[in-house]
């Protein structure tokens, strides 16, 4: 047969395109010819050792949904119309398959490769049906590893049946490593104080999950944070003493002073048994021998009460020594040691004094990335996995662009400096506002850039994301997603810096005050020098009035989504991502409306007749609050959800005083 090569958006059968995420390394058809299935028998080959069991019927079910026909199994000397196979001669995680005479043959160079050539197969099937495109492909990943980051702790505890979902599209998406960010958000012995009320995963459910995980391919790697980072913990009653600051224990609540502080005190032996404690009590439950201590973002470090350590030691003789000694520790019990990179790219001295063992997950979010810190990790020799991020915290709608803007480079730039792996994050600050299916896009994108280095074009990608997700092939609805968080005015963080500037008695919080401190932005530094919370909430405002004063006659989000949603003929019921993005959407629309009362109400901007009075908004406010939250636990335990209630309300409350004033 006469085989062509074809890109990711040349393949298509009978005239309709089919999407491939991740894209394979090579794929060739023979234009025009199809191959048709209805029933038949998926054969396991003798060399699979019996291990193939959950492949198999993976693509029994997929089959059977697809061709409306009856499938079944057989193993061995069997005629059938698959066969799946082991050839080592293919490699580790490499894969073939071929498609063509009646016959579909999956083989893998290991196991892996098999799983993931499988999961090709069934993306190919969903779109397909009963007829396939004679294909050949052959395939292997760039990153021998590629991982996934969640953060569970920030607000938003999921319930164990959306782990195993999101563990299901991660095994669809070639992922073969997941971590679950936990600072509070387990229910640790003897740390009751700390997570009550707070829904807190259980031992039992990561049990259950890592053998789900393993199930599927994916290495369920622990992760805590052990050093900074533990806002809940050093405000407790038992371990306050244990921090930097043990004075500012019993401060108000605050999204941003859980982001900024909360660094154990090194000096103190009951610290270094603390974060031990920590590792001993959780690292059993995880068949991974991986072990990540986090210990990024330690901001108080050397500041409070371990600063008469410094005369003899510095901030970063202190760090290393801490984390060194914490690595020898998960050593000792045969485990790898695994921390965040930012500290010791903050003091490049300290790269030689590290653990050799360690890997340094090397974490770069911004669009605009360069490879700067993946070459100095990569030519101090350290193992390193590169970090992008989906970009969805402290936002309705994720920015997708910026996300693969990120998330393609930081995998080019990786693949470069020669890293170990490739690690997406997935972060929920300032309660975890963003709704966990809104990453699938961003889930995808890092898929297809662990997989293949980042080359693909943002829009080609986009098409092949929305093909998988909508079956669309405009680019409709990401694209309106897309320019909906672009066009936010008044964004979920927006909210939270605005209302956490009072202390929470009408003062003003000179610790948030103090975020604002930038000299190279005078409107900003207007606010770190504001005199009182009136003055710094007005200059705030100022630092987004030219966004603010577009609110009145723009497009709003929601309009926009739904609009496409209509041109495209997608139903959202048969699409319930659909349902999320507008929710979601509707509540940008209403924040952004949001800020522009607020700078009304402080003489900034002028009463606008054609806005919905603040009175109504407050309304809307809290309805579309009771909305989120049952979108809220459709995938999460109630958590802290009530803290996201508490940011509506106390909006809510602010519009309809300012209205009393009018």
């Known amino acids: 047969m006469r085989y062509q090569t074809v890109s990711s958006s040349q393949l298509s059968v009978l005239g309709r395109p089919v999407a491939l995420v991740p894209w394979p390394k090579g794929v060739s058809v023979v234009p025009g010819e199809t191959v048709s299935f209805f029933d038949g028998t998926v054969v396991e080959s003798e060399a699979l050792g019996g291990q193939s069991g959950f492949l198999t019927r993976q693509l029994v079910d997929e089959l059977g949904k697809a061709t409306g026909g009856t499938w079944q199994v057989a193993r061995g000397d069997w005629k059938g119309e698959v066969r799946l196979d082991i050839r080592p001669s293919l490699g580790e995680q490499a894969s073939l398959i071929d498609v063509g005479d009646g016959l579909i043959v999956i083989a893998g160079?290991?196991?892996?490769?098999?799983?993931?050539?499988?999961?090709?197969?069934?993306?190919?099937?969903?779109?397909?049906?009963?007829?396939?495109?004679?294909?050949?492909?052959?395939?292997?990943?760039?990153?021998?590893?590629?991982?996934?980051?969640?953060?569970?702790?920030?607000?938003?505890?999921?319930?164990?049946?959306?782990?195993?979902?999101?563990?299901?599209?991660?095994?669809?998406?070639?992922?073969?490593?997941?971590?679950?960010?936990?600072?509070?958000s387990f229910a640790f012995l003897g740390l009751s104080e700390a997570w009550r009320g707070l829904d807190p995963l259980t031992p039992s459910e990561i049990m259950e999950f890592d053998r789900y995980c393993l199930s599927r391919g994916i290495e369920l790697v622990p992760s805590i944070s052990t050093f900074g980072h533990l806002y809940a913990v050093l405000r407790t009653q038992g371990f306050r003493d244990l921090g930097e600051f043990p004075e500012d224990a019993d401060r108000p609540f605050s999204f941003i002073e859980r982001q900024e502080h909360h660094t154990l005190n090194v000096a103190l032996d009951k610290a270094f048994k603390l974060s031990c404690s920590l590792i001993d009590r959780y690292m059993p439950l995880f068949a991974s021998k991986k072990f990540n201590i986090c210990a990024d973002e330690t901001f108080d470090l050397g500041r409070?009460?371990?600063?008469?350590?410094?005369?003899?030691?510095?901030?970063?003789?202190?760090?290393s020594d801490y984390v060194n000694r914490l690595s020898a520790h998960i050593a000792g019990k045969g485990h790898e040691p695994m921390m965040w990179a930012d500290i010791a790219l903050q003091h490049p001295d300290m790269l030689s004094r590290l653990d050799k063992t360690t890997t340094l997950l090397n974490w770069q979010y911004s669009p605009q990335v360069t490879d700067e810190t993946m070459r100095t990790l990569g030519d101090a020799g350290v193992r390193q996995y590169v970090c992008p991020a989906v970009h969805g915290w402290n936002q309705m709608l994720p920015s997708l662009h910026d996300a693969w803007e990120n998330i393609s480079k930081v995998g080019r730039y990786g693949l470069q400096c020669g890293a170990d792996g490739y690690l997406v994050t997935d972060w929920g600050d300032y309660g975890h506002v963003n709704d966990p299916r809104l990453s699938v896009p961003g889930m995808l994108y890092g898929a297809e850039s662990g997989w293949n280095g980042g080359d693909a074009g943002f829009d080609e990608l986009n098409w092949r994301v929305e093909r998988l997700i909508f079956g669309d092939t405009q680019l409709a609805v990401l694209g309106a997603w897309n320019e909906s968080r672009l066009a936010a005015d008044f964004t979920w963080a927006d909210a939270v810096d605005f209302l956490e500037l009072d202390y929470g008695d009408g003062t003003l919080n000179k610790d948030v005050q103090r975020i604002f401190d930038d000299v190279a932005d005078p409107k900003r530094q207007a606010v770190a020098d504001a005199g009182d919370l009136a003055a710094a909430r007005k200059c705030f405002l100022i630092t987004l009035e030219a966004r603010l004063l577009q609110v009145p006659g723009k497009q709003r989000a929601l309009d926009r989504v739904q609009k496409t949603l209509a041109a495209g003929g997608i139903n959202v019921a048969d699409h319930p991502l659909a349902r999320v993005v507008l929710r979601m959407a509707q509540g940008q629309d209403l924040f952004d409306a949001c800020g522009w009362w607020l700078a009304v109400g402080c003489g900034l901007l002028d009463d606008d007749k054609r806005m919905e009075r603040p009175e109504a908004l407050a309304a809307d406010l809290e309805r579309w609050f009771e909305a989120y939250l049952s979108l809220?636990?459709?995938?999460?335990?109630?958590?802290?959800?009530?803290?996201?209630?508490?940011?509506v309300w106390r909006l809510a409350d602010l519009l309809r005083a300012g209205a009393d004033q009018q």
């Open 632 to 647: 809220w636990r459709e995938t999460s335990k109630e958590s802290e959800v009530k803290r996201i209630g508490g940011v």
């Open 304 to 319: 409070g009460r371990s600063r008469a350590l410094m005369g003899d030691i510095t901030e970063s003789e202190m760090y």
């Open 109 to 184: 160079g290991d196991f892996a490769g098999l799983r993931y050539a499988v999961q090709t197969v069934r993306q190919l099937v969903r779109q397909c049906g009963t007829v396939l495109p004679v294909i050949h492909i052959e395939d292997s990943p760039s990153f021998k590893v590629r991982g996934y980051y969640l953060d569970v702790t920030r607000g938003r505890v999921p319930r164990l049946a959306w782990l195993k979902r999101w563990a299901d599209m991660l095994e669809e998406g070639k992922y073969n490593q997941l971590q679950l960010y936990i600072e509070h």
